[in-house]
């Protein structure tokens, strides 16, 4: 069975910023031990993770919004959010 296209997606976010997105589960353990000494540098670093994730899904849903596919479009982005979710729970969130 063919992979679906915003797997794909994810696979080629997490392959081309493989050492980021390491960066950021040891931020996170880092963060979960000393929330104090962690907070701005895990906020930055999700800022920057979710410029990333939205860019690619950008480019996973470019070609079908404007057009008669756009209510698959919306899907896909959907899809795509779920599985960074369950990859990365606390990416959304904010840092208070």
Request: charged fraction near 40%; charge should be neutral; hydrophobic fraction near 35%.
């Amino acid at each position: 069975m063919a992979t679906p296209k915003f797997k794909k997606q994810i696979e080629t976010m997490l392959a081309e910023n493989k050492d980021l997105f390491a960066e950021y589960e040891k931020l996170e353990e880092n963060y979960a031990e000393n929330p104090s000494k962690y907070k701005e540098e895990l906020g930055e670093m999700r800022r920057k993770l979710l410029r990333i994730m939205r860019k690619h899904e950008d480019r996973l849903c470019a070609r079908t919004e404007n057009t008669k596919y756009a209510n698959y479009s919306e899907n896909l982005a959907m899809l795509f959010w779920q599985d960074i979710r369950v990859i990365f729970p606390n990416v959304e969130k904010s840092i208070d």
